[in-house]
């Protein structure tokens, strides 16, 4: 007797076999996902950018026209701009510069300081150090109004409350905060330890290690602390008007408040108002344009460890 003929058997199509022939549909899908979130994200782009849009064409109104809701100006006229510079006191240069004095020195400040102690917090053995830590970040959710009144006796006691001394008041209330040091530390603790032991084998000291190894790795960090508190303290209204008395020392968010009462009356003169809102967007857009990669690299890494 013969052996009965066995029925052929189709192989089972492989892994790679399957993902070719679905290929083409599986593309379409991904680039169709992607089509669909760059129209979302351009979409929310263009809503953000909406306000500044209309600051910088409302700049460029006259008065009755500055209430009107049209994008060309009729006519198109630098009066705003003009006022905005002459008329407002103290003049425009000054309040830039009472601006950038005070924004790159509490920049300066957060980033030396929050870095030390964020390198401190992240790599050094200490007793307390974790109840420390948990009281740095306990700062976080004290608001500013909670603090005010000591806060202003005791600068007021040691006079930086008058003359010059008011910027170094300024400067000294916001001279480090609790979230530049988180933010630096949560990046220390995502550097490999195997290059701080490198080092200390070599002979290398704590403040060698944190000068020549760990700050130059921590750059995009200390950039994201930079941009964020430049940003801030920019932008900054709170300290500001409680501790620049003087009307000379006062920054661009104090001069706003000032140029509102260059119509007169009871209404506001809107073109030389929006002028100096674009006049004091303009850094902190440069800014960001500059320092985006590092920024987003900086936020990125600091939250990958801890």
């Known amino acids: 007797m013969t052996a009965q003929a066995q029925p052929a058997v189709a192989p089972l199509p492989t892994r790679a076999a399957t993902v070719e022939a679905a290929g083409p549909v599986g593309d379409r899908g991904a680039k169709w996902r992607r089509r669909i979130a760059y129209v979302i994200l351009i979409g929310y782009a263009l809503l953000m950018f909406v306000p500044f849009g209309w600051s910088v064409i409302t700049s460029f109104k006259t008065l009755p026209d500055s209430v009107r809701l049209t994008i060309i100006p009729d006519p198109v006229t630098v009066k705003g701009w003009q006022d905005a510079i002459t008329l407002l006191q103290p003049p425009l240069p000054q309040l830039f510069f009472n601006s950038f004095l005070i924004a790159i020195a509490v920049t300066i400040t957060n980033v030396v300081l929050g870095s030390m102690a964020g390198y401190a917090f992240a790599r050094l053995r200490f007793p307390g150090?974790?109840?420390?830590?948990?009281?740095?970040?306990?700062?976080?959710?004290?608001?500013?109004?909670?603090?005010?009144?000591?806060?202003?006796?005791l600068l007021n006691g040691l006079g930086f409350t008058r003359g010059n001394l008011q910027y170094a008041g300024v400067i000294l209330v916001l001279a480090i905060s609790g979230t530049s040091i988180f933010l630096l530390r949560q990046y220390f603790l995502s550097i490999p330890r195997d290059l701080e032991e490198a080092a200390k084998i070599d002979g290398a000291g704590f403040f060698t290690i944190f000068a020549r190894v760990m700050a130059p790795l921590a750059g995009p960090a200390i950039a994201a602390v930079a941009i964020l508190q430049f940003q801030g303290t920019w932008n900054g209204f709170f300290w500001p008007v409680v501790i620049l008395q003087d009307q000379d020392h006062w920054t661009l968010p104090l001069g706003l408040n000032g140029i509102l009462h260059l119509s007169g009356g009871f209404g506001t003169n809107w073109p030389p108002f929006m002028a100096l809102v674009v006049a004091a967007t303009i850094p902190i857009l440069l800014l960001y344009l500059f320092f985006q990669r590092y920024f987003v690299e900086g936020i990125a890494a600091s939250g990958v460890k801890g």
């Open 129 to 153: 150090r974790e109840v420390l830590f948990l009281v740095v970040l306990g700062t976080l959710m004290i608001p500013d109004q909670l603090r005010l009144i000591p806060v202003y006796l």
